[in-house]
T-cell receptor
Framework: DAGITQSPRHKVTETGTPVTLRCHQTENHRYMYWYRQDPGHGLRLIHYSYGVKDTDKGEVSDGYSVSRSKTEDFLLTLESATSSQTSVYFC????????????FGEGSRLTVL | DQQVKQNSPSLSVQEGRISILNCDYTNSMFDYFLWYKKYPAEGPTFLISISSIKDKNEDGRFTVFLNKSAKHLSLHIVPSQPGDSAVYFCAARDNTDKLIFGTGTRLQVFP
């Protein structure tokens, strides 16, 4: 257990509003990731971070931005939420030596009306 | 284009029997493969992995087989137990160290 907490766990919002999801880890892991899970698509990478202030895009990054000002926190922001961003969002981390094993948070369910 | 495919969305197996979950991939540059297990309302958890230089890895009731020529891997669970009922994702590591996940297979183990 990598001590990963996501907040909020559930959120309902309206189209066009900004939304920020927070991921907090207590394991001092270098790498952090945001995935979204959708039926028929599995888990898709949105953005990832390989260190403080070092982030990069994943395969479905449009409409999302991230920030990492501290090792333990990784924020995912939807500047103007759309219904297509209704999903379950998972944060994940991995340690200094990347073996492929990720530690996931419990997920944040976002509904955009 | 889906680089990692799990063509069976669901699988139902009787308790005590073998469960076989399959995964196909298209990118020959993948060098490491993993299986994750996910229960409802929880995050995925790592189950077992295999390097591309091996063709089999075993951990208790779980065995992963890799056939590189066919770009195919499978997860065998023997014997299956009701607690194994979950969604299983296969994943592959690409040459930038990112994981590409499949769409998942929902396994149900019934008594």
């Amino acid at each position: 257990d990598a001590g990963i907490t996501q907040s909020p766990r559930h959120k309902v919002t309206e189209t066009g509003t900004p939304v920020t999801l927070r991921c907090h880890q207590t394991e001092n892991h270098r790498y952090m990731y945001w995935y979204r899970q959708d039926p028929g698509h599995g888990l898709r990478l949105i953005h990832y971070s390989y260190g403080v202030k070092d982030t990069d895009k994943g395969e479905v990054s449009d409409g999302y931005s991230v920030s990492r000002s501290k090792t333990e926190d990784f924020l995912l922001t939807l500047e103007s939420a759309t219904s297509s961003q209704t999903s379950v969002y998972f944060c994940a981390t991995s340690g200094e030596i990347f073996t492929g094993e990720l530690f996931f948070g419990e997920g944040s369910r976002l509904t955009v009306l | 284009d889906q680089q990692v495919k799990q063509n069976s969305p669901s699988l139902s197996v009787q308790e005590g029997r073998i469960s076989i979950l399959n995964c196909d991939y298209t990118n020959s540059m993948f060098d490491y493969f993993l299986w994750y297990k996910k229960y409802p309302a929880e995050g995925p958890t790592f189950l077992i992995s295999i390097s591309s230089i091996k063709d089999k890895n075993e951990d208790g009731r779980f065995t992963v087989f890799l056939n590189k020529s066919a770009k195919h891997l499978s997860l065998h669970i023997v014997p299956s137990q009701p607690g194994d009922s979950a969604v299983y994702f296969c994943a592959a590591r690409d040459n930038t160290d990112k994981l590409i996940f499949g769409t998942g297979t929902r396994l149900q183990v019934f008594p």
